[in-house]
């Protein structure tokens, strides 16, 4: 089955910039969609389709898919910007055909 | 706007059964796939199940294959989640998901529920 894997934890000061990885195999020919989750919350997707940003999403957050890596990057980090995040593909004939990513818990020092 | 609220959730003991819905509103339920995904204690989302709009397909992660059940009831707008020969490891919290875009099984997921924990 394909397997995504980001780092565990980003620590990142207000107002600096925090970069999440996602990475599998060849995941540049994938559409990548990220997901942010916080406690107790449902689960909000910030970016789809690898750049797309829904409406109500900040334009601080964005997305970029090529080669082995997809990246979501959040510029200007606020408070309200710490969760987990979670980058998800479609796998189509896998085990799981939507699969997420190992998840990313960001803090903002 | 949109809403999804799952119930169903509880404690049960391993080899039983739950059923979980999801009542949707605030969009034509009868139009979009609908998903279950879940999150163990401590640990990251798996996909669970979806179920196309009109319940003519249905497809689950090899890990719940034979045991659950998805469906739904779009004169209801409900989704609903049969768990059969419930394991310790299917403890999470489940959350329903509406898909984003029609037409293709290349989506992402919308909006979600905020779950309801099973715990076996």
């Known amino acids: 089955s394909y397997v995504l894997t980001q780092p565990p934890s980003v620590s990142v000061a207000p107002g600096k910039t925090a970069t999440i990885t996602c990475g599998g195999h060849?995941?540049?020919?994938?559409?990548v969609h990220w997901y942010q989750h916080k406690p107790g919350q449902a689960p909000v997707v910030v970016i789809y389709?690898?750049?797309g940003r829904p409406s109500g999403i900040p334009e601080r957050f964005s997305g970029s898919n090529s080669g082995n890596t997809a990246t979501l990057t959040i510029n200007r980090v606020e408070a309200g910007d710490e969760a987990d995040y979670y980058c998800?593909?479609?796998?189509?004939?896998?085990?799981?055909?939507?699969?997420f990513g190992t998840g990313t818990k960001v803090t903002v020092l | 706007q949109v809403q999804l609220v799952e119930s169903g959730g509880g404690v049960v003991l391993p080899g039983k059964s739950l059923r979980l819905s999801c009542a949707a509103s605030g969009f034509t339920f009868s139009v979009y796939d609908m998903h279950w995904v879940r999150q163990a204690p401590g640990k990251g989302l798996e996909w669970v199940a979806v179920?196309?709009?009109?319940?003519?397909?249905?497809k689950y992660a090899d890990s719940v294959k034979g045991r659950f059940t998805i469906s739904r009831d779009s004169a209801k707008n409900t989704l609903f989640l049969q768990m059969n020969n419930l394991r310790p490891e299917d403890t999470a919290t489940y959350y329903c998901?509406?898909?984003?875009?029609?037409?293709?099984?290349?989506?992402?997921?919308?909006?979600w529920g905020l779950g309801t924990l099973v715990a076996v």
């Open positions: 389709y690898d750049t």
């Open positions: 998901a509406k898909v984003g875009i029609t037409g293709t099984d290349e989506v992402f997921f919308d909006f």
């Open positions: 060849n995941i540049g020919v994938r559409n």
């Open positions: 179920i196309s709009h009109d319940a003519a397909s249905q």
């Open positions: 998800q593909v479609w796998d189509r004939g896998g085990d799981h055909l939507y699969v």
